[in-house]
């Protein structure tokens, strides 16, 4: 620093303070802390003591604290109404699947003996290469339905008649989607 630069820096800078007032104190810190605490020295024209002591002063005060709870309770928020869309993920998944498998016992009739070992050998292999699909898209974080569930409300002529649309209500689902 040349004397220019120290001249304008005493005329900018606070008045100094009396020695008996500041005690001295030795910290290491993170070489990337250190050279932010630098640059924010050099831009704001103050020292870095300056800078550290408004730092812990900041950190000591009761305002500190109702901060760092408000922080805290933001994040708890956010992550409640994440958790709160994975449960009507879930929700969703599980109540589809249910569905899905009351629809084919109930369709699907019983297979007679002799052809049991071929449907469960035929069985085996949609298995296989279900699991192979799922793996794969999962692996890709590629989504079939989505946000689709968040789209598609059911009406309420749907629940009336157990779950079973009219030719023509199924036809206009078609339609828009």
Known sequence: MNATNRIMARETAEPPRQPQQRRRINVFVAPEV????????QKNRRTQSDIVEAALLSLFSPDSVDRRE???TRRLDRQARQLEALYQELIV???SLALFIRYFMSVTPALPESQ????????????????ENLGRRLGEGKRLLGD???EIRPGANEFSNGGETSATASEADHATA
């Open 70 to 72: 408000a922080a805290i």
């Open 34 to 41: 250190g050279t932010q605490l630098v640059e924010i020295s």
């Open 148 to 150: 689709l569930h968040l």
């Open 93 to 95: 998944a599980t109540e």
């Open 116 to 131: 049991k070992t071929a449907a469960r050998t035929k069985g085996a292999e949609r298995f296989a290469a279900f699991t």
